[in-house]
């Protein structure tokens, strides 16, 4: 990723907020209706700012790591079994374009305008305060609105397959709602969009079947008490125990299942949960075999019956599709992204950045492939929505 000229005409930093709040104001549409559309949401996004694209000197490391893992992940298609048959299936030339359309969304955020930024995220803070409400009525009525939408269009569902869909909005709203949140205090939205948000995280964990959720909540919120509270060495020791995860989770995996803690625990789980497990247990048998190179980029879809499409596991499936030094790349990717937070003083910025991607590597652990474009894409509003809440000064709420 490359330096650009910087923006500094007044109509061009307006413009981004403009761009910001178009992409947070379709947002909660998308996390209730179609999580998918995120991809080309922000895929236009970063096409629409994409003259403000930058790289700071701080982000140099996480830019790098970047780039070398897109470099080594067009490489590996060499040796990768599998081949697409469309550019729908291939991965990576697709991985170069989000790699910068997403960068220039990100950069985005502390591009804007002050005015066209807070009238950005008063968008966000209401959207997620609206998703989480439809989310709170969706869990009251198992997905009912969602089913009557469907039906309405010609298009009717089974009351699970429309449980299951709607509950994807939980993931949308655990990611956005840390910096939607801080928006909505400094933008002088008030309380309510907060509450608003917790509910409808509440509803999609405890009554539409989805708890990644609300453990994801629960990180989130340790990671930014974490950061606010020790400032400079909470982020660090972050950033180390997440590189570490990445590096070690092969280790992990067939160390306990050495012991026999691993087989105990797949027996004893649900499911859905059982099913995850053994994902990561036929991934670590093939981690084996290539451990430097990998398998090749987006090999897990070949691996059916023992792994469906991806085992579930972010660390795993670097580890098995690129080997040590995709694994390596990642590693350095977080590592200094949360090493990037640790500052002197306390700031409630850095400490929604820690909690977003808290919940971000939560269910890139446990749910989605790491290759998944809407899921890459929610991450790139996530960072964007990061990134405005930081360079947004408070804004004293307006009277009645």
Request: proline share 5%; aromatic share 10%; glycine share 10%.
């Amino acid at each position: 990723m490359t330096h650009a000229v910087a923006v500094t005409p007044r109509e061009g930093v307006v413009w981004f907020g403009w761009v910001l709040a178009g992409v947070f104001a379709l947002s909660p549409l998308l996390g209730w209706l179609s999580p998918l559309g995120f991809a080309p949401l922000a895929a236009l996004g970063g096409l629409l700012t994409i003259r403000g694209i930058r790289v700071e000197d701080e982000q140099r490391p996480v830019a790098l790591a970047i780039l070398v893992l897109v470099t080594w992940a067009l490489a590996s298609v060499l040796w990768s079994p599998f081949k697409p048959d469309s550019i729908e299936s291939a991965t990576a030339a697709k991985l170069i374009a989000q790699a910068i359309l997403y960068w220039a969304l990100f950069r985005a955020g502390a591009a804007a305008s002050a005015e066209a930024r807070t009238m950005a995220l008063r968008v966000l803070a209401w959207g997620m305060g609206g998703l989480g409400l439809i989310l709170a009525l969706e869990a009251a009525t198992g997905a009912g609105i969602y089913q009557a939408l469907r039906a309405a269009i010609g298009d009717p569902i089974r009351p699970d397959l429309a449980v299951r869909n709607v509950a994807q909005g939980g993931f949308v709203l655990a990611v956005l709602t840390p910096a939607a949140a801080l928006a909505s205090k400094r933008t002088g939205c008030g309380v309510w969009p907060i509450v608003l948000m917790a509910g409808g995280i509440a509803g999609a964990s405890l009554s539409l079947a989805a708890d990644a959720p609300i453990l994801a909540l629960v990180v989130s919120v340790l990671f930014g008490l974490a950061v606010y509270r020790w400032p400079v060495a909470a982020p660090r020791v972050l950033g180390g125990m997440v590189a570490t995860l990445f590096l070690a989770a092969p280790g992990v995996v067939w160390l306990t299942r050495k012991l026999g803690w691993f087989q105990e625990l797949e027996a004893s789980v649900s499911l859905s949960w059982s099913q995850r497990m053994g994902y990561w247990r036929h991934a670590t048998d093939w981690i084996g075999d290539h451990p430097l190179r990998g398998w090749g980029l987006d090999a897990s879809r070949e691996f059916a019956p023992g792994i469906i499409l991806h085992p579930h596991n972010g660390a795993l499936q670097i580890w098995l599709e690129l080997g040590l030094i995709g694994a390596v790349s990642v590693a350095v990717f977080w590592g200094v992204l949360f090493a990037n937070l640790s500052r002197p003083e306390r700031g409630t910025g850095l400490a929604v950045a820690a909690a977003t991607a808290g919940a971000y590597l939560v269910f890139s652990a446990v749910s989605f492939g790491v290759w998944q474009e809407w899921w890459l894409a929610l991450g790139a509003v996530a960072a964007a929505a990061c990134m405005a809440v930081q360079h947004q000064a408070v804004v004293e709420k307006r009277p009645a």
